[in-house]
């Protein structure tokens, strides 16, 4: 993946070229004496309005309950990862949170430089490279990954779209996703299904922009997506998912927000798949103040336990759309249904 190469590339330059900064972090500060937890963003920054700006707020609430405070450092460039992850080790954080797949490669890094200090990662897994080896087990005893089954609340959100879409008098829904990433595909392939599962013969149209930043790629995307017919827009692709939101906006369509309920984005929005990422940062925190911290392994947050869900719905929406949608959660919880991950 042409991303994920780049990526890979600028971490390997700047462990060379910042060896002598990771040396010299040493171990946490012996002087911290309050409890302090950091989080370091992705290049989408904290004001994404989405997945970054919901780990910051758990971040927050974690330290706070934790008794402590919270340390947010912002990424604006992928150059600024492992710098900001030795920040961290050197103020004398805790524990250290790092916002998604960008920030694996650093997070392996500083983790195998500190082995002593704790790490988590949201929205990936450690039993996946570079965290784990070739077999799938994981690398790093102080490393958690946070990972949600998106594919659950995204399924029922597509059989309340295609009920939409019907109701405007189309068969037509459609999805813009950022990086055809793993954590992307998800929720786009368990839309889909939802959707034909519950109006047949829906079609869902995607259209991945290569990007989670840059909201013009996203809009043009999805307004092309409206051209073709699409009554009801899923934006999977952080900050940039904004610009689709915008494009069912100004065709006076239906938009589905992503990780944050982004119902106060407008009345355009028709729900949102709810990914519990403050929720997951903050357990996560608590767990270290708590002693419960487990490293090497992965704790998954599902419909089962809240750490996914279905947003703020449209009161212009039937009821018995919403009925017939939530039958299926249930459905789900108890296996019957299996969502799929792929598309």
């Known amino acids: 993946m042409k991303v994920r190469t780049s990526v890979v590339g600028a971490v390997v330059a700047l462990v060379a070229f910042s060896a002598l900064i990771i040396s010299s972090a040493g171990t946490a500060s012996s002087s911290q004496d309050k409890f302090l937890a950091g989080v370091v963003s992705d290049v989408g920054r904290f004001n994404d309005k989405s997945f970054n700006q919901l780990a910051l707020q758990g971040c927050r609430t974690g330290a706070k ?4 405070t919270c ?6 460039a992928t150059s600024d990862y492992i710098p900001n992850l030795v920040r961290l080790q050197r103020e004398g954080a805790d524990i ?3 916002v998604g797949f960008l920030l694996a490669d650093g997070t392996a890094t500083i983790a195998k430089r500190f082995p002593n200090s704790k790490y988590a990662i949201v929205d990936y897994s450690v039993k996946d490279a570079p965290l784990a080896n070739k077999q799938g087990k994981p690398l790093f005893k102080n490393v958690v990954g946070m990972t949600f089954a998106t594919n659950e609340n995204s399924y ?4 309340l779209a295609a009920q939409m879409a019907k109701r405007r008098g189309g068969n037509t829904i459609s999805a813009v996703g950022g990086i055809p990433l793993p954590t992307v595909n998800i929720f786009i392939a368990a839309y889909r299904a939802g959707a034909a599962r519950c109006v047949k013969g829906t079609k869902t149209l995607i259209d991945f922009s290569q990007d989670f930043v840059d909201q013009a790629k996203c809009k043009e995307l999805a307004l092309s997506q409206l051209d073709r017919g699409s009554k009801v827009v899923f934006a999977v692709a952080g900050g940039c998912g ?7 906006k100004e065709r006076g369509l239906w938009g589905v927000g992503v990780d944050k309920d982004q119902a106060f984005l407008g009345a355009h929005i028709l729900t ?3 990914k519990k990422v403050d929720v997951a940062v903050a357990s996560t925190i608590t767990s270290v103040a708590n002693n419960k911290y487990r490293g090497g ?11 996914v869900g279905v947003g703020k719905i449209s009161n212009k929406v039937p009821k018995a759309y919403i009925k017939k949608m939530n039958a299926l959660r249930p459905l789900i919880i108890s296996g019957r249904i299996k969502p799929p991950k792929t598309l």
């Open 65 to 68: 309950t934790a008794g402590g």
């Open 71 to 76: 340390r947010a450092l912002e990424s604006r």
């Open 96 to 98: 250290a949170i790092t």
């Open 156 to 159: 029922m959100i597509g059989c």
């Open 242 to 248: 904004l610009g689709a939101l915008d494009a069912a």
């Open 272 to 274: 949102s798949a709810v």
């Open 297 to 307: 392994t992965n704790a998954v947050f599902n419909l089962k336990n809240n750490g």
